[in-house]
């Protein structure tokens, strides 16, 4: 069984940081591409940013320069997020194979969230 767990979601000011974690089980190798992906209420979900199997990044305009994704080789995959602001409000999920064009319906499997809230 495929599982994604994210921790580290919390409630900080403007200009803080947080880093979040996504832990992944189920899956036999890393050849595949992970993303965070977030929704605010009564919008869209919306791809945040995306590591592929070699280690190729891809970013959101609105948050590049400011947050910075990586993964390990214990199959995790973390988000470090900077310079914070009350914009980047909302649920953050991590996913798992899919495509670093980040199309949320391309990725098969998903954590529950974690809450990021950012106060002005």
């Known amino acids: 069984e495929v599982e994604l767990v994210e921790s580290g979601g919390d409630s900080v000011q403007a200009g803080g940081s947080l880093r979040l974690s996504c832990a992944v089980t189920?899956?036999?190798?890393?050849?595949?591409?992970m993303a965070w992906f977030r929704q605010a209420p009564g919008k869209e979900r919306e791809g945040v940013a995306a590591?592929?199997?070699?280690?190729?990044t891809n970013y959101a305009d609105s948050v590049q320069g400011r947050f910075t994704i990586s993964r390990d080789s214990n199959k995790s995959v973390y988000l470090r997020m900077n310079s914070l602001k009350p914009e980047d409000t909302g649920m953050y999920y991590c996913a798992a194979e899919g495509t670093p064009k980040m199309v949320a319906a391309d990725f098969g499997y998903w954590g529950q969230g974690t809450q990021v809230t950012v106060s002005s």
């Open positions: 189920g899956l036999s190798d890393g050849a595949y591409c």
């Open positions: 590591i592929d199997s070699d280690g190729s």
